[in-house]
């Protein structure tokens, strides 16, 4: 059913909030963001776009403004970084991060997708969960989409070389069906200890990335822009947040890394 829903551009919304009863959604994230453009960018009301060359500093340490490439400074109240791991502002401002030393040896993901052969072929791999698998060297997740399902394999470059992941990885995946170069994602597992600091914080990828699994990444994000929206609406008296937001970074990675 949820298949048909999307197929004929209809979700199930009921009382204006979208009913799903199924244990996960899977999303084209570039779709998505495409969407919410269209849909809410007029709603912003200033939009600059740009590359950041330089990062200015009051004498507090707080940012005073962003240097564009075209040369135009862009001043703000409160810079938020969520440019994922390029993470400009935590290394143009040489963050504190705390690694994770034991517990966790993944930094490699390799990425491809596999377009579907038939409608029957779509409509028998569609399901509303991601697939784990266990690998030689690390794991393998798979996920559905209605034109293309994807694969990705989590391994420690250090075991194993990109070329020999996608090797193994299509002994699962089909090498005749792929639509796209793989993607190679790597990171070092860990956190930046001040996620938040006087007038600027990062939010996501820019702030911390343990491991794919279990989507612990995803859940992080959706904590910290909750955290944010309460500051934004009532500064004064969400002043604590700051700190809760940082703490709570680090108390998750611990918690991941335990587990």
Known sequence: PFYWYNRENKLNWVEDKFSNNYVSTHLNSYLTGTWLEKNYGNLIDHWVDGTVQDIKLT???SIKSLVLDSGQEVSSDLYIDCTGFKRIFAKK???KF???????????????????????????????????????????FDITLLDRKSYGYV?????????????????RSDPLTRI????????????YEESWKNNYCLVGLASSFIDAFDASGILLQILQIEMLIRFINDP???NHI???????????????CER
């Open 93 to 95: 401002l040489n963050l």
């Open 236 to 238: 004064v008296k969400n």
């Open 242 to 256: 700051p700190k809760d937001f940082c703490q709570q970074l680090m108390n998750a990675q611990d918690s991941i």
């Open 155 to 171: 391994f420690n470059s250090n075991d194993i070389s990109v070329d020999q992941a996608l090797t193994e990885m299509s002994t």
């Open 180 to 191: 796209q170069d793989p993607l190679v994602l790597k990171w070092q597992p860990g956190s």
């Open 98 to 140: 705390k690694s994770v030393s034991e517990g966790v040896r993944h930094n490699t993901a390799a990425v491809v997708a596999n377009g579907y052969k038939d409608v029957d072929t779509v409509e028998k791999s569609l399901i509303t969960a991601t697939n784990a698998t266990a690998m030689d060297y690390g794991w393998l």
């Open 59 to 61: 004498n507090t340490g």
